[in-house]
């Protein structure tokens, strides 16, 4: 019977054409696109909005079968806080699996920001951007990651952290002209400024919190990395600047240093928090990237 075993080849040649991904989806959209370990990867880093188009190839009809749904493998960071003296938060951090079938997917990357920082998605999936550093004599904000408090902080907190998505920043010790404190990271909270005495001090900004490693490109690689917070000194002395969260986080400002000195923004495309700055700050923080795989 001609018709029937007609229908058969045609049912056979399209199920075994659905049984890749590659077969089933055309899937376009990203700043970067290759291919490793088995996996299609799409990174994308422009600050802003875009979007992942996936778009089924198995035609519609009696005939066909459905393309069916891509699971995805996510990296989602946002872009990380501003400096004040204390060093900004890493910008929030998700990573995960996510289902999807045929359509437009929402894409955005966080920008740099000198305040908090700015959102990154993808599809359903939001990070929050990283808090900003507090000034002189203030808490440091909450995010992703919170920033860390500035320096004189008086026991003044360092900003809370987003439940899942990073750590707070660091504390004051609470005595004497206490230096600033680092930023919040994806893998750890920031430290505290340290403090060597009441009234003159050559304390050391503290460190940014780390970041948190993710292999989904094919290599590991650390992002989302907190600021290090800004050192205090008396007169005539010098104190080090807090070191940065490894992962893109910015180094904080020396104290009494020399010109040329300063604390840096956070690294674009980790999310990362900016060096904290004598005496209110003046550095935006990374912007984030957003990380999509699936298998070929």
């Known amino acids: 019977m001609p018709f029937i075993t007609s229908i058969r080849k045609n049912y ?12 089933k989806f055309d899937i376009t959209g990203g700043d970067v696109i290759y291919t490793a370990g088995g996996y299609k990867i799409h990174i994308f880093t422009n600050p802003g909005d875009a979007v992942l188009n996936i778009q089924s190839k198995v035609p519609e009809g009696v005939l ?18 501003g400096s004040g003296a204390g060093g900004g938060g890493a910008g929030g951090y998700r990573t995960g699996t996510l289902t999807q079938s045929s359509g437009t997917i929402p894409i955005t990357v966080g920008l740099a920001a000198r305040d908090a920082g700015n959102p990154s998605v993808y599809s359903s999936i939001t990070s929050t951007g990283g808090g900003r550093g507090g000034s002189h004599n203030q808490a440091g904000f909450a995010g992703g990651s919170g ?11 360092g900003g809370a952290a987003t439940a899942g998505q990073g750590n707070p920043g660091g504390n004051s010790p609470g005595t004497g002209w206490a230096a600033a404190a680092g930023g919040g990271g994806a893998g750890g909270a920031g430290g505290a400024g340290s ?14 919190g780390p970041g948190s490693a993710s292999s989904i490109t094919g290599s590991p690689v650390t992002r989302a990395g907190g600021g290090g917070g800004s050192a205090h000194s008396g007169p005539g002395g010098y104190a080090p600047a807090g070191t940065p969260g490894p992962g893109g986080g910015g180094r904080g400002h020396d104290y009494n240093s020399g010109p040329g000195i300063v604390s840096v923004a956070g690294t ?5 928090g900016a060096g904290g700055h004598v005496p209110n700050g003046a550095y935006d923080g990374g912007s984030g990237i957003v990380i999509v795989r699936y298998l070929t």
């Open 12 to 23: 056979d040649r399209l199920k075994n054409k659905s049984q890749g991904t590659l077969d």
């Open 64 to 81: 066909a079968l459905k393309a069916g749904s891509l699971d995805t493998e996510y990296v989602v960071v946002a872009g990380g806080g």
């Open 268 to 272: 674009p495309g980790t999310g990362g």
């Open 147 to 157: 920033g860390g408090c500035g320096r004189d902080g008086h026991s003044f907190g």
């Open 195 to 208: 403090s060597n005495g009441p009234s003159v001090d050559n304390g050391p900004g503290g460190p940014g």
